[in-house]
């Protein structure tokens, strides 16, 4: 890369042109005098210690105080990763001001509903989903597509995921994995469809693979809608694990305890490997009157239907409460987020 358009990349970062420059030189020259400075920037001597104060209270140069005074460039490996962590909390920051800008209009969050195109650009934003779910990971596609995410599977051992599609038999990669629930498809056409859904974030979908990955045009939806992903939770089940042949259990009591779960479809399925009798923790609200709840209590039964998901739980207090999951309107709470233990 040229210094110009290194020049121009840190300007974007809130550098003056000719402290980019001054930075730049002192990376070539080592700790300097500004007079040093100036003779191989060519940046005005006028200037130069104005530059040069300016980078240090920015965080690039240290000043070494003595006689002469010797300005030093700041390790521009520190100087990346502070920059890489302030931009990514001004993009966080920005992201929730965004969203509460749109729900102070109307009233709900900001769906992302996306058309993805490419082959490789599908895969990365599955890998994306895998990586940055922080509770649970549900997947139904072909073992040919599985394939692609081994790697990013493979690092995920401290979230439960379920995963249905065309064993032929365990591969020894998902075999050794506890967290893993895997199901065996039947031979319902709707296996060519691909779900790959992280926590209530985003979920991605497309049909078939393609024959030739290089050449076909090939496209995918990305969406980000915790409504939306709520119903594609409901059809991974009711279409396709619920369907499945269960080949591998979930190695409970090697998890880390409270297995935090977001869908109670997930919930129930875990209880039907592990038994009803559980503690947990709910956070949710009431539906009655929208007001937050947290409830302790343990299970004492579920419900499971294609229309119907909710457990019921004995509080410590000795009350019966039925809870769902997002969406629910029938039970006594919606429940959000699920800590089993």
Do not use: C
Not at 88 to 94: G, T
């Amino acid at each position: 890369m040229i210094e110009e358009d290194i020049i121009q990349k840190l300007q974007k970062f809130g550098l003056t042109k000719y402290e980019s420059l001054a930075y730049i030189t002192l990376l070539k020259l080592g700790p300097s005098k500004a007079t040093d400075v100036t003779r191989e920037s060519g940046i005005p001597h006028t200037r130069i210690y104005d530059v040069l104060s300016s980078l240090s209270k920015k965080g690039f140069v240290d000043i070494m105080h003595g006689t002469p005074r010797l300005y030093a460039p700041v390790n521009p490996e520190l100087v990346l990763e502070r920059l890489k962590k302030e931009l990514i909390e001004d993009i966080e920051n920005l992201k929730k001001a965004f969203e509460y800008l749109y729900k102070e209009t109307h009233g709900e969050e900001l769906p992302e509903i996306w058309t993805i195109y490419g082959f490789e650009n599908t895969v990365e934003r599955a890998e994306y989903i895998i990586r940055s779910a922080k509770h649970e990971i549900l997947i139904n596609t072909p073992f040919e597509f599985l394939k692609q995410l081994r790697d990013a599977i493979e690092k995920r051992d401290d979230i439960l995921m379920i995963i249905v599609s065309n064993f032929e038999s365990i591969p020894k990669w998902l075999n050794e994995k506890g967290n893993v629930i895997l199901a065996k498809s039947g031979e319902a056409p709707w296996l060519m469809g691909t779900w790959i859904i992280g926590d209530v974030n985003y979920a991605l979908f497309f049909g078939t693979l393609p024959e030739n990955k290089g050449k076909e045009r090939f496209y995918s939806f990305w969406a980000k809608s915790a409504k939306l992903i709520q119903n594609y939770v409901h059809w991974f089940y009711t279409m396709y694990f619920d369907n499945s042949k269960e080949i591998k259990g979930l190695e409970y009591d090697k998890l880390s305890k409270p297995v935090v779960l977001t869908h109670i479809r997930t919930v129930i399925t875990v209880l039907k490997s592990i038994g009803v009798d559980r503690e947990i923790e709910v956070i949710g609200r009431f539906l009655k009157d929208k007001t937050q709840v947290k409830i302790k209590g343990r299970i004492i039964g579920f419900e499971y239907t294609p229309l119907t998901a909710n457990i019921t739980i004995e509080t410590e207090k000795g009350e019966k409460l039925k809870i769902g999951g997002l969406g629910s309107y029938l039970e006594d709470v919606e429940g959000e987020i699920f800590l089993l233990y």
